[in-house]
């Protein structure tokens, strides 16, 4: 078993990314994964998903608009 190259393979059991949402809590493989899947969603939605905190510089999607601008 090898672990994926990124974007599927960057949480490490030992220290946060450059992207990780959660800066105020310790660092986890859970919100490592977390701050994956936003990151993707910023990416391809220009917004964030709302369960999940975003970076400064972006905003939450709002569910009630199906597109994103």
Known sequence: MSRLPAPYGD?????????YIYSSYEYSVEGCYRSC???LV????RCGDPRFPVPENARHCDAADPVAS
């Open 11 to 19: 949480c490490v059991p030992d220290g946060k990314t450059s992207d």
């Open 37 to 39: 899947f936003q990151q």
């Open 42 to 45: 910023l990416k391809e939605c």
